[in-house]
């Protein structure tokens, strides 16, 4: 359904999942900057489908806005009272692009199956949440929104940990419910 809303920007569609602030830490005007020229060198000549999420500070809409102007975009800030493109945009997206602070937009974009790259600021996540990080990297499930990051990839695995469960209990008891 959303696949309409965007057909008139250029591909590739990069998804872009905006966090925020943590009790660890916050972001910075640099940070906000870094993560929008990186994903905008990602896309090169596509576009961006971003969204903010409740935790996305307004200040950091302020410094992404004017920095999207030579790009082509769509641009939702989360509202909980509105019709949230979220799904749509992963659904959509030739690549997701996410910041690091939340586990569940990383998770959300990993069990997507499209390239996924994550902007991992350590003074925003905490360890546990590098942990996940670096365990998404090693199943060859996503990877960092670095100056090295190319759409030339395609994910190992999407992430489906309840159909691993699955299929392991079918695999270890399927001879006790033959």
């Not at 030579?70 to 939702?76: D, K, N, W």
């Not at 199943?139 to 159909?163: E, F, I, Y």
Request: with cysteine.
């Amino acid at each position: 359904a959303w696949e309409q809303q965007f057909m008139h920007l250029p591909r590739p569609w990069i998804t872009l999942s905006l966090g925020g602030n943590t009790k660890q830490g916050s972001y910075r005007t640099s940070d906000w900057h870094d993560v929008i020229k990186r994903v905008q060198a990602l896309a090169g000549k596509g576009s961006l489908l971003i969204t903010t999420s409740r935790r996305t500070p307004k200040e950091a809409m302020d410094i992404c806005t004017p920095l999207l102007q030579s790009a082509p975009h769509f641009l939702y800030r989360w509202d909980a009272d509105k019709n949230n493109p979220y799904l749509g945009m992963l659904a959509c997206a030739d690549a997701v692009a996410v910041t690091g602070d939340s586990l569940s937009m990383c998770a959300e974009a990993c069990a997507s199956g499209k390239p996924v790259f994550i902007y991992a600021n350590d003074q925003v996540a905490p360890p546990k949440h590098r942990k996940l990080h670096q365990a998404l990297y090693q199943r060859g499930m996503a990877r960092p929104l670095d100056h090295n990051a190319t759409l030339d990839w395609k994910p190992v695995a999407a992430l489906d940990d309840a159909g691993y469960v699955a299929s392991e209990i079918r695999s270890r008891f399927s001879e006790m419910f033959a």
